[in-house]
């Protein structure tokens, strides 16, 4: 390491920053928030550092060096505590499953689907159990919930019906208007009258 360039692992360049000294300074960029920090390095120009002596400058600043340009860690970080891993949601026992399994038996079948008033949230409700492991095992060992079931027969009887009431209603369309026509028939007759007695006097 002592053999290598401090350019490998910080920016190295001339710099003269406002009430500090003119001359060569090095770079460190933390890899995880983009921080920088010059440190001097001497006051004459030139690029080229030895690493380990500028190294340990920044470490006695509270850095953590890297092997490699960019991955440096700023104090800040090193200090910042570290995100906890959401744990895994839990999984049931095999008490567990055989428990839904069971509810499952008695209220689930897998041509006619769930008796009535039940899914899985009710079953889950009912075990005490997360209402994704009563999905995971029923999809399992029963099979998916069927669609429901198209009642072809009470179709056609509502369609008869439906049939039956335009029919019934046209009925008594055509009723009324056959009533009403031969109301005008009964008016024309009393006017035919009325102008005949009146012709005739």
């Not at 009430?19 to 928030?33: E, F, L, N, Q």
């Not at 998916?144 to 179709?155: C, F, K, T, Y």
């Not at 369609?159 to 335009?166: F, S, T």
């Not at 009324?176 to 009258?193: N, P, T």
């Amino acid at each position: 390491m002592a053999t290598s360039h401090s350019e490998n692992l910080f920016d190295v360049g001339v710099k003269a920053p406002k009430g500090g000294r003119a001359g060569t300074y090095a770079t460190a960029v933390c890899g995880t928030c983009g921080k920088s920090e010059d440190i001097f390095a001497r006051a004459s120009a030139g690029a080229t550092l030895p690493v380990e002596p500028m190294a340990k400058k920044f470490r006695t600043n509270g850095w953590k060096i890297a092997g490699k340009k960019g991955r440096h860690t700023c104090p800040a970080c090193q200090k910042k505590p570290a995100t906890p891993k959401a744990a895994p949601p839990p999984e049931p026992t095999p008490e567990n499953r055989r428990a839904i399994l069971e509810a499952l038996e008695i209220v689930f079948c897998p041509v006619k689907g769930f008796d009535d008033g039940y899914d899985d949230e009710r079953v889950a409700q009912e075990q005490g159990m997360p209402r994704r492991w009563v999905e995971d095992i029923r999809e399992q060992f029963c099979g998916p919930v069927p669609p429901p079931a198209v009642d072809h027969i009470g179709e056609a009887r509502a369609a008869l019906k439906q049939l039956g009431d335009a029919a019934a209603d046209m009925a008594d369309a055509q009723a009324a208007a056959d009533k009403a026509r031969q109301r005008v028939i009964e008016l024309q007759a009393d006017v035919d009258r009325h102008l005949e007695k009146a012709g005739a006097a």
